[in-house]
């Protein structure tokens, strides 16, 4: 599977945007990337993945470049909540390869 | 609930001893992971199950440690003669093999501590 780059945190206000860049410049084409966080003593959390649209649900927004060589995760109105560890990985999807390899992630810091 | 379910939430056990974590995957997933986290890392994979078939192993997973899921549904790690540097978040997941890009779904975990 392709790496993926974060930052190693950033923080912002509680009620404002929350934009978390992922690069991931050897992504192959048959490749999805997806988001995950993880509070404070609990597992990951699935929140949203994409292949090449840009991809929205209840959680987050998620927008992949043209030549899908970064994304970003969009958390509309952060709350102190959101503080956690967000992962961006890159999985190949094939039967025989199917597992998720992490990062250490970005940790968001959602200041009140 | 009918997310994972992981079983003990905590353990503390003493080095040399054997220990076995449980893990109840969300009903119809017949994926199902092992991964350890150790502090300010992201999860390592150990392991995974389609159905009850192991089909893929980490080198992290040395002979001290078996997984099993004998009847495609829960499956049992178990950890023999721990050593200190088990001490870990151990993670359990759950996916979909119908569709190609279906998530993992995680547990909470289970804690160990190795005294």
Same mark, same amino acid.
């Given at each position: 599977d392709a790496k993926t780059t974060q930052p190693p945190s950033m923080d912002c206000a509680e009620g404002r /945007? /929350? =934009?978390l860049p992922c690069n991931h410049s050897t992504i192959s084409g048959n490749e999805y990337v997806y988001w995950y966080r993880q509070i404070h003593s609990q597992g990951p959390q699935y929140i949203i993945h994409g @292949?090449?649209? =840009? &991809?929205? =649900? &209840?959680?987050?927004? @998620?927008i992949i470049t043209e030549d899908r060589k970064s994304s970003t995760l969009i958390l509309p109105h952060a709350t102190l909540r959101d503080t956690a560890v967000y992962y961006c990985i890159v999985r190949v999807n094939t039967g025989a390869n199917s597992k998720l390899t992490f990062g250490k992630g970005i940790t968001l810091s959602v200041r009140p | 609930d009918t997310g994972v379910s992981q079983n003990p939430r905590h353990k503390i056990t003493k080095r040399g001893q054997n220990v076995t974590f449980r893990c109840d995957p969300i009903s119809e997933h017949n994926r199902l992971y092992w991964y350890r986290q150790t502090l300010g890392q992201g999860p390592e994979f150990l392991t995974y199950f389609q159905n009850e078939a192991q089909l893929e192993k980490s080198r992290l997973l040395s002979d001290r440690f078996s997984a099993e899921r004998p009847k495609g549904s829960f499956s049992t790690l178990e950890i023999q003669r721990t050593e200190q540097g088990d001490s870990a978040m151990y993670l359990c997941a759950s996916s979909l093999s119908l569709l190609w890009n279906s998530p993992l779904h995680f547990g909470n975990g289970t804690r160990l501590t190795v005294t």
């Open positions: /945007a /929350a =934009n @292949l090449k649209n =840009n &991809e929205t =649900n &209840e959680m987050a927004s @998620l | -």
